[in-house]
């Protein structure tokens, strides 16, 4: 294997990885309460959100670079953050901390709360903030 990051890059306590359609490497570093993105080459964080987050655990990011991350383990909830902003809005309540975030194809994102023994669903379609468990 190669090594492409290393905690020098994203800190000492990263929780979630994912890779979107263009290469960026979005990684969950707890130690700093942050998402960082890292576009395809860049061993520099060229995106560093963290407005609102607390102990996040995971993140996932759509085709056009809009940021979901969880927000669970202590203010329950979803964070979203559009394009090009550094500023968060919360999506969705969840029952606690999601270790892993879904999309599907009809634009629903999934929580996996697994210390509540539940995956919470939302339609991104809907203004509210309600999930359904």
Not at 7 to 35: A, W, Y
Not at 68 to 78: F, H, K, L
């Amino acid at each position: 294997a190669i090594t492409v990051f290393n905690s020098s890059m994203t800190g000492t306590n990263t929780t979630g990885v994912f890779v979107d359609r263009n290469n960026t490497v979005f990684i969950v570093d707890k130690t700093s309460d942050s998402v960082r993105g890292f576009f395809e080459g860049s061993l520099t964080s060229n995106r560093n959100l963290t407005d609102g987050l607390a102990n996040p655990s995971s993140v996932i990011a759509t085709n056009d670079g809009t940021v979901y991350a969880d927000n669970g383990a202590i203010n329950w909830r979803i964070h979203v953050w559009l394009p090009n902003s550094s500023n968060s809005r919360m999506v969705m309540t969840v029952p606690e901390a999601c270790y892993s975030l879904f999309i599907d194809t009809n634009n629903h994102i999934y929580c996996s709360a697994a210390l509540a023994h539940q995956i919470v669903k939302k339609w991104l379609g809907d203004n509210s903030n309600s999930s359904i468990r």
